[in-house]
């Protein structure tokens, strides 16, 4: 008796296991099996894609999606990060557990260990149109070993253009209570903040903050690469390079460059101008100060506030948002805030040595790079996403816009995910630009009432137009992105640690003979650390790339 | 060890050849030690198996090369970590907060729970004993930001202070190294009071209390009671906690201080953890990042031992 109901007991775990497994492969085989999803296809193919930064979950059904999948046959299951990258990545390669395809910015350590295959050929022969991207960047594309393993988004085509990026932003409203004058300097900066400071100390209830510096973990841009602007630099980080002679300048302790502004802001604190909280919260409560209206000005890169901006808007306070400015020490000296047209080198999409069909995926990738799929990728479909006008330039209408600016909508159209792939950065033979948000049509519609008075005040078209055009000779651009050794690594990590603990000091000094010592303590310590070889080997990737780039 | 006790209680043992009553007794307790055999397995291969990778410390090890090609290099990777500026200032902050978070989580945790203990309205000690267990659930990322905000200009630390006229201006809590420890160490307390009162109150239940009423009788006080029979009842617990505790005190915390951290502090927050987190592992230094969990294990080993010793030669209760 006992026995028998051990044994149907038995019986029964095991049909209930051989169903639910059963259930779970027959639903991974299905997307792949619709018949009429393949008119005019290659075959039915379902590939793994990991993309190494975090978002939302990719839906399993997204307008876009579908299209595609309609029209190339090939399902992808997209995979986002969740959590630490360093982590994910040191699990995936201790595992040797790689998807069929991986987004990341460190394709280097996925080459190091072997997990990558070598694309080139297989662009060869089968991507015509990924090769007429990225022909141009061929070389450049090279890992250090002579193969190309990935392929970073955004190839510069003609017109390509990187919008604004690092800048030093104010207050809509202090523009127009100052009569929006011309403000070219740091000093001439801190005045108009200072008087409408004077004139307004509150904001709606709250006290102004004239001047916000963010320093937490390593959002840490405003004490550590503002004045390389100033001085006339463009976004390399701690050295400047001369592209005349491709020689670099270490500008961290350089009394003309970084003790000018540290003792500028070091003033401007002593006066009250800058958030006495500055160097003690978090991102958190920094993108809420933004948010209350109450700041009037900060340096900081775009993408790192962009919460704040959503935020004011839905506030309806408009009027205090921020606008960018170039600025530099003097008038004498150029600015050179806008990023050269370029990608991110050893980032991007790569296939793994894991995915078994190679040739399918990268004539998927082709297909999506593509001038049709690249429409279908950024604009949608015509007629529904956006529209054409008689002259051929493509645009959105209000509701169109409206549609996608909402969060949830625009991750049920593209699964915020479709543009992870190899594309373009300008303009298409008929004037119309790759990425809608580069499109001018869509900026100028994105200018509100303020906006339109702004430019208007100082005579230009966008804001961009406020802005001296990259410097091309800069071949080498980034200098942050030339890989280093170990040894330059710790470097980097030392010299951050400093740059971390100084600054904060020297910016609070109460007395000037404070600032000195501060300086004199942090000058010593950087000194201690190797700067020599640091730079050497930033000297020779800088040269290596102006010659041969 | 405990060989001679029994040969104390059972002079006929000596007799016995060791390796026939070993046997014997494995045989009449072959039961129990087959019920442990997973047990055993389990933590041979989560605790023990996973000790080869220690052979990494001696290489440069480089991700994605099977472990005996990368080069060995020997002790470098313990020299380069000792002799680096920062090691010192670390392993200070690393056990200047461990003790401080030792001595206060102890202190609090028995208090409330002898408090606790004397409380006559079950509900009341209920309700209480709830409030002060919830923040044990709340995670560092949501505790920071509450205690951030709390230490801020405007939140409620300053609010008080200054309305009681203990200080004049508002204090940046969170931009004075003097005080970061505590800081730490007080929201410690905050997180962990009630948590770690439950299992003393567990202790307390098991003194009979029958010593109780025989104190009573012998006009005994409430103090008197808590110091000649709560405490003495639930030493061993404290002195079994307390060697566990010692044997993790270069585990000063890793979260709390990533997240409470400021310019103006790092010199007094970077425990030993975080200056793995940044000099090991978020530069692929695995090796080096390694090296340094040798050091804190050796060094956990150590500490343990020398704590039990310590505790059995004061004749109190032990781990082993």
Redesign the interface.
Known sequence: MFKKRTLTKLAVTALLVTTVLGACSSNESQPSSSPEATPNSVKTASFSYFIMTPGDNVPEHTKLGDIIQQKTGVTIKYERLVGEK??KI?VM??GGDYPDMIFTDATT?FV????LIPLEDLIEEHAPNIKKLYGPYWNRLKSSDGHIYSLPMGAPVTNATKGISAAFWIQKEVLKEAGYPKITTFDQYADVLRDYWKKHPQIDGADTIPFEIL??DTR?FTLTTAMQFLAGGPNDSRAMVDPENNGLTFYQTDENITKRYYSKLNDMYNEGMID??A????Y??YLAKLSSGRVLGMFDQKWQFQTALASLKQQGKNSRMFVPLQLTFDDSIKGDYLDLPGMNYNTGWSISVNCKDPVGAIEYADYLASDEGQILRNWGVKGEDFMVSDNGRFYRTEEQRKYLSDAKNALNWSGNVVWFWPSASGTMPDGNHYESYRQPEIIAADYDEVDKEILKGYGVQTYEDMFNPPNTKRKYFPLWSIELS?KG??FN?KLD?LN??Y???MVLSKTKADFEKSWKDYVADVNKLDVNSWMEELTAGVKDRQANW | MDAASELKANPKARSVKPTRSLWKKVKQQKALMAMSIPFVLFVIVFSYVPLWGWLMAFQDF????PMLQNHWVGLDNFRELFRDD?FLRVIRNTLAMSIINLVFGFLSSITLALLLNELRSIMFKRIVQTISYLPHFISWVVA??LI??M???EGIVNYILVNLHLIQEPI????KGEYFWWIIGASNVWKGVGWGAIIYLAAMTMIDPSLYEAASIDGAGRFRKIFHITLPGIRPIIVILLIMSIGHILDAGFEQQY?LQ???V??QAETIDLFVL??G??????SFATASGIFKTLISVILLVAANQFAKRMGQERLF
């Open positions: 360093d982590q040191g390669v201790a350590k190091d260990a072997k997990a320093t937490y840490n006495k909280e160097f003690v919260m978090n958190e409560q170990d690594k710790i990590q640690d971390k603990k600054p904060p000091q | 480089k991700l994605g090369t920062s920071a930001n951030m905000n230490l801020s200009i940046l809590w969170l931009s997240l400021t310019p103006m790092v010199d940044k000099y592992i978020n530069l692929s230094r695995y």
